[in-house]
């Protein structure tokens, strides 16, 4: 388990490693990462040597970011930061909590609050606001091997003065005790379920020594009281198979199809990877780790539910994924939002711009807590091609914009696609397409992995021959045909083209735009670029393309 920061430092060091391969992707997107802002970088200063974990306490600076926005608009963050000697050294030390606030939508920020307990570790934050204006944060709170306990503060002015409100679980012993197995709580994560009442999620070490053992499972508990109290332990993460699983790091929320999803790590027997699970209400779970995550994401998760419905998730692997069908399939962004992931999390500050806040690398030691912006490239395309082809790659062939359209003389079923690549969850590509002799011509979308060479990508491609066919098809570096159909299909004629996709279907339309030509069901890809494709051998044109 991860939260044993720097007592195993090959753990964080292989992470390191794993993010230097960034993730390879031709287009640029879905996500644009853009400018940055400092939420706090604490100052170095020398130290009486390391803590309780082995870590110095000096260079340490800040880190485990989360934030929150208010219903004022107000933006929230709290942080773990290290300004003394610890624990071991001094009786009051320890890493100490840190809340700060935004009014300029995450662009700059000041200290709001500072929370601590005398001679205790607190980390792990998350902050949630209730129905009446009240936040709570939740923390966990360590005397290593001996204490772990995990706290409620309430705020009744915005995130200024914070109150000890309640505790969620603990378990308190001697110096030593609580090792080997240790036997801690650690990160919880705090959710509003339908009904009002308030739920969190955390990972729970507390079973090891019991029957049925469990290294660590991840529990939930309900409160009906606003927090001030919490009911009874629920399973949401264990493995009945294998005591030695850690699902650990919880991080949940409602999707837009009114689903709650978790995202979570499995140590100990799954190498850390992210697996999710799903629930109607909240409270009750499947048995079992769930489902992994299929892209390359490891430790420490986080997951963020757009309002457009699409998911966006990272880890310490500091790799972005998104899934376009609630967490049934994921793809990568093309790139990250910066040169290393520790504890990072998500949120949207925008109809098209989401934020990532990170515990970032610093060259004096430790880490700094910084925001990064993207632009999400989800909104509409269009291009009559009346000026140029900005935004579009060529993956083979001759192209060019000529007498307002879009012109390629193909060899080998050369392409054209859009970056930024607006990969989206629903949506309809239209567009004009004229064989200027015999051969073929198509729409391509829902595109990754591109390369040059006519099946060399994944995604579909819905087209029209010459030799009297209207076809649809997917591409995996091979071609799979998925339909045909039989028409008259004409040179130096212009036919207009659409195709719809939503919800696992596929419909695409040639001429009469009421009646699709093709309707088949197929979702084995769920994102990616659109773009253009001709034939073998062959010249084609291309006019109003248009994405909504």
Sequence with gaps: MLRKLFASFAGILSFILIATALPTFAANGPILWGSTSTVTNINTFTDAGTDARGIHPGTFGSEYPRMLKLANGTWLAVAAIYDNNGYTKV???????????????????????????????????????????DLLLAMRSVRWQESYQLHVYKSTNGGSNWSFLSTIDENNGTPGSLGSPDKGVYEPHMQLLDDGSLAVMYANEKHVTESPSYSQLISERISTNGGASWGSEIYVAWDPSNSAARPGMPVWTKMANGQYIVTYEVCGTQGCHIYTKKSSDGRTWASGIGSRVSTNQQGGPYLLSLSDGRLVLTSNTNVVSMSNDYGNTWYDNDLPAFGNNLWASLYQTGPNEIALIDSVDRSVGGHNIQV????????????????????????????????????VASANADKSLLTPYPSRASFTLEGDIKLNNAGQGSLVFNVTNPTNGADSQSGYGAGIDSNGVIWLGRFNNSWTPLQTVNATISTNTWYHVKVVVGGGNIRFYVGDMTTPKINVNDATYTGGTIGVRGGFGNSVSFDNINLY
């Excluded at 890493?95 to 662009?107: E, G, L, Y």
């Excluded at 291009?383 to 000529?402: C, I, K, L, P, R």
């Design 372 to 407: 990064r912006f993207g632009t999400l490239s989800s909104a509409a395309y269009s291009n009559d091609f009346s000026a140029n082809e900005n935004g579009w790659v060529h993956y083979g062939g001759t192209w060019s914009v000529s007498g307002g359209t879009y012109n």
């Design 91 to 133: 009786s009051w030390g320890g890493t100490r909590i840190q809340v700060f606030r935004s009014t300029d939508n995450c662009r700059t920020w000041s200290l709001a609050a500072t929370l601590w307990e005398d001679g205790r570790d607190l980390d792990n934050g998350q902050m949630i606001q209730l129905a009446n204006g």
